[in-house]
């Protein structure tokens, strides 16, 4: 008999950790487990990477809105779904904290009847698939998966934490994250453990040979950046510093794959610098890798990460790096021998750029250096032999 694994995320569009759950579900044995997807709502960019044994579920419905719920319970004759859901959302729209916001839509959602070996909150860890795995689903092991940096919902879980008390193993992607953890909340420390994301490495390098990539004849320093274009992804800071470069004479072209809600007000930066012509926005690109194989530089210049996917792929591609000083930015590099590791500031990437520039030997010292480490990359066998009946549940 098949192994029953559930696995709550939000919604399947284009991020890091939406990224290391397809990988990770690619690696699990078909032939061996049975698969259900909890979403919050279908579609993404990256719905369609879902395997196709992979049973998907949506949390909330196929219903478009609230009325629709109303009348699909009215016409069945539910009329106590009827109540709840109103009830409900009345409280839902009248409250301001998200966590009870969250507590309000899980009760007019019906409780799933399957049972589980292991059912798995796949997200950052103050959101909705923690209170629905744990009020919803029936498992025998309870998982949390922390993608995120934890100091950024510091004023959020203290709401969870008696949720994060139901749950068997706390996952954390990277050291940093594991240790900020177990600080904050020392009586969870028995439960938690690395398990850094898991990573396709031979899909990748295939990826790296397919589809488009850079073809705007351009002739200088080509810069790459991919992430969503938000302010914990510093994003906000290219245009000053491709205006530095651009005023001491340096030929380069910094491209930004991904999509995000500052890209309209960075975009209307570049225009005001007149930087059209050094700054591209490319858009969400589900296969980006053939950009990561032909760029001269990546950059990342994020404030917050938990682990970053997208600086794990550009070490595959043995590019040189320069990386913002996020806490786990040391887990990832080592400075001045696979890459450059510099504070947020304009002037400290400006500098590091321009050193990338000028020094050739520097660079090919940190490609050569980065051929020689190994990515962090667990094991999906981690993961699976919870699934065994003599696991400790530790509660």
Known sequence: MKKKIAII??????????????????????????????????????????????????????ENSIKEKIFKALKEGRFIQVFKIIYYMFLYKINKSVFKQ???????????NNHYDIAISYHVPASFPVIYNIKYIKSDKKIAWIHSDI????????????????????????????????KMYPHLSNKTEIFYNIINYNKIYKLGNEGETFDDGFSGTRILTVGRITEEKGFNIIPDVVE??????????????????????????????KLKNNIVFLGTKLNPYPYFKDCDIYVQPSIHEGYCITLAEAKLFKKPIISTN???????????????????????????????????????????????????NNNIEKLLRLCKNDCDRGR
């Open 9 to 62: 995320t939000r919604q399947m569009v284009s991020g890091g950790i939406e990224k290391s759950l397809i990988d990770m579900l690619e690696s699990i044995p078909s032939e061996k487990y049975d698969v259900t997807l909890y979403v919050m709502a279908s579609g993404g960019e990256f719905y369609q990477f879902i395997p196709n044994w992979v049973r998907v579920k949506n949390i909330f419905g196929v």
């Open 102 to 112: 969250e507590e309000y839509l899980a009760k007019i959602m019906p409780k799933d």
């Open 151 to 182: 100091e950024k919902y510091t004023d959020y879980m203290n709401m969870y934490l008696e949720y994060y008390k139901e749950f068997d193993k706390i996952f954390c992607v990277s050291f940093s994250v594991l240790e900020k953890f177990n």
């Open 244 to 273: 530095m470069l651009i005023r001491e004479g340096y030929n380069i072209r910094w491209y930004c794959i991904g999509e995000g809600e500052l890209r309209d007000k960075i975009e209307d930066n570049v225009k005001e610098k």
């Open 326 to 376: 996020f806490s786990t930015a040391k887990e990832h590099l080592i400075n001045e021998e696979t890459g450059l590791i510099v504070s947020f500031s304009k002037y400290e990437i400006y500098k590091g750029i321009k050193r990338l520039i000028n020094d050739k030997n520097l660079c090919n010292n940190l490609e050569k250096n980065l051929s020689n480490k190994k990515i962090h």
